[in-house]
């Protein structure tokens, strides 16, 4: 290279003035160009959104499960009977509990339940339980609990769902269910849970009961306990219940729930990401319409550049570095966007926004790619055009 001459790419053209020139292109039609930037920005917003919003997502309900999880330990006996009458009262005592007790099947199978004596019957499980069993899931009741009860009462308590199906309201007077032909005060509706979700469609019973009617109840001690002491509560639990025979039950902390998180995740993931592509794809071909047209507008200013010894392949360049700053552009607008979404949502549901860290970097590129791609064509029908033909308009 001669001494003074000012550096080239292997086009002819000054990186400089290539990109001078996409400038001014671009600010031909600034309102064209403004929307193509939004068009990819809202492709790009879309796609960095959905991925923040589902790992966001995952991990709050996570989190939720977590808790509930680590605070919740199980007792399994052999027989209902091999328990004591004041499980209750045992698990109470013990540092870390904050309720425990009774809650388990009372029967291998499900049990006909019907309302009234004409009603409709219904097969179902049936739960034997104690105050404390039943408080451990964290019930929401409408009516009342088995905390004042007397021994072998037969009082019973529906799941929300089963009592729609079965027709029962609770109302002031006493509704009777009857169970094998067996009838059972009601007492209140178990509307919701926070565990056991399959009380919703089952009949729970008082414990003693259940001993009395079903010849092998299954023994199993539900136990809500502080945050982090589940292990401990768990070695204690089995020695109160049992300090004759602690081998003979069988305690279950339950694991965290390390997939769970990955799964809720990959499913959001999975429908937000076709919604983004699908918004993407859009914003690409609204590009290559509007560079098509700009190819058309500038037919003149080509056949000028040819005329004057620019290449075919310069032309092409021009045309590619305009879809170049307008996919930055889009990009990184598109990618702001987007976090600032998943963060408001975040705020608003009060939890910590969740993004994985190359999620707006990958958003850029790809918004940068789908315009080079949208740009392609264009760029080679601007480098094909015949100058003649295009000074002649």
Do not use: C
């Not at 309900?61 to 052999?78: G, P, Q």
């Not at 109470?92 to 904050?98: C, D, H, T």
């Not at 608003?348 to 707006?360: E, Q, V």
Request: proline content about 6%.
């Amino acid at each position: 290279m001669v001494p003074g001459e000012i550096s080239k790419d292997r086009t002819g053209l000054r990186m400089a003035d290539l990109v001078a020139e996409a400038a001014v292109g671009i600010t031909v039609k600034p309102l064209r160009s403004i929307l193509t930037v939004v068009g990819i920005a809202v492709g790009v917003a879309a796609l960095v959104a959905t991925v923040g919003l589902a790992a966001t997502t995952a991990r709050v309900v996570s989190e939720r499960f977590d808790e509930l999880r680590a605070r919740e330990v199980t007792i399994v006996a052999n027989r209902l009977e091999n328990l004591p009458s004041d499980v209750d009262e045992r698990l109470a005592v013990l540092p870390g509990v904050e309720v425990g007790g009774v809650l388990g099947p009372a029967t291998s199978q499900s049990r006909p339940v019907r309302a009234f004596r004409t009603g409709p019957i219904a097969s179902v499980p049936i739960i034997a339980a104690t105050q404390g069993g039943l408080a451990a899931t964290r019930p929401s009741i409408t009516g009342r609990s088995l905390d004042r009860i007397l021994p072998g009462q037969r009082v019973a308590l529906l799941g929300g769902d089963l009592a729609v199906a079965l027709g029962v309201r609770q109302r002031t007077s006493p509704t009777t269910v009857f169970i094998d032909d067996v009838p059972f005060t009601v007492i209140g509706i178990i509307d919701r849970t926070e565990r056991e979700a399959q009380l919703a469609t089952a009949v729970v019973v008082p414990a003693s009961v259940a001993v009395e009617m079903w010849p092998d109840p299954q023994a199993i001690v539900l136990i809500d306990v502080e945050a982090g002491a589940a292990l401990e509560v768990a070695a204690a639990a089995v020695l109160a219940l049992r300090p004759d025979a602690p081998g003979s039950l069988g305690a279950r902390v339950m694991p965290e729930a390390r997939n769970l998180r990955t799964d809720i995740a990959g499913e959001l993931n999975a429908l937000g990401l076709a919604v983004s592509v699908t918004v993407l794809g859009v914003a690409g071909l609204a590009a290559v319409a509007t560079m098509m047209l700009s190819v058309l507008e500038r037919r003149r200013e080509i056949g000028l550049h040819r005329a004057l010894g620019a290449r075919p392949f310069d032309i092409g360049l021009r045309f590619l570095a305009e879809a170049t700053i307008i996919g930055t552009f889009g990009g990184v607008l598109g990618a702001s966007s987007g976090l600032i979404v998943v963060a408001l949502v975040g705020t608003a549901r009060n939890a910590t926004p969740s993004i994985p860290a190359w999620t707006p970097p990958v958003a850029v590129v790809l918004g940068l790619a789908v315009t080079l791609l949208a740009g392609a064509y264009p760029a080679y029908r601007a480098a094909r055009l015949d100058p003649i033909d295009a000074l002649r308009g």
